[in-house]
C-alpha cells in the first residue's frame, strides 16, 4: 500500500516562494516515477511537474517552467520549489505516484495510481 502525504502549502505574497514536501510511505521509492498536480476551484486537476524514479526525467507544465524546480531525495521525499508565486498558481496541490515503467513521466492526471490529500497553496496579489 502506497501512501503519499504532502506539506508545505499555505499563505504566499505574489512574487513569494513556498516549497512542498511529499513523503512516500513506500518500501522502495525508486520504483515509482512522482509528480505534482494542482486544482483550483472550478478548474480540472492539471499537471505541474514531475519527476521519473532516477532524477534523470523533470518535465514541467509551460505555466510553471523557470519558476518552478522538482527534487526527491533517499528519504523518500519529493519537493516542489515555487518561486515568483502568483495568483494563478492559488489551488490544492497534490503529490501522484506512478509504479509503471516509462521513459518519461506522465503529465495525464489518469495516469497516477496513488494520490496524496493534498495541500493548500493561497498567494494573495
Known amino acids: 500500500q502506497v501512501q503519499l502525504v504532502e506539506s508545505g502549502g499555505g499563505l504566499a505574497q505574489a512574487g513569494g516562494s513556498l516549497t512542498l514536501s511529499c513523503v512516500a510511505s513506500v518500501r522502495t521509492f525508486t520504483i515509482y516515477d512522482m509528480a505534482w498536480f494542482r486544482q483550483a476551484p472550478g478548474k480540472e486537476r492539471e499537471f505541474v511537474a514531475a519527476i521519473s524514479r532516477t532524477g534523470g526525467s523533470t518535465p514541467f507544465a509551460d505555466s510553471v517552467k523557470g519558476r518552478f524546480g522538482i527534487s526527491r531525495d533517499y528519504s523518500k521525499t519529493m519537493y516542489l520549489e515555487m518561486h515568483r508565486l502568483n495568483a494563478e498558481d492559488t489551488a490544492t496541490y497534490y503529490c501522484?505516484?506512478?509504479?509503471?515503467?516509462?521513459?518519461?513521466?506522465?503529465?495525464?492526471?489518469?495516469?497516477?495510481?496513488?494520490w496524496g490529500q493534498g495541500t493548500q497553496v493561497t498567494v494573495s496579489s
Open positions: 501522484a505516484a506512478d509504479d509503471r515503467e516509462v521513459s518519461t513521466p506522465y503529465r495525464v492526471a489518469s495516469e497516477y495510481n496513488y
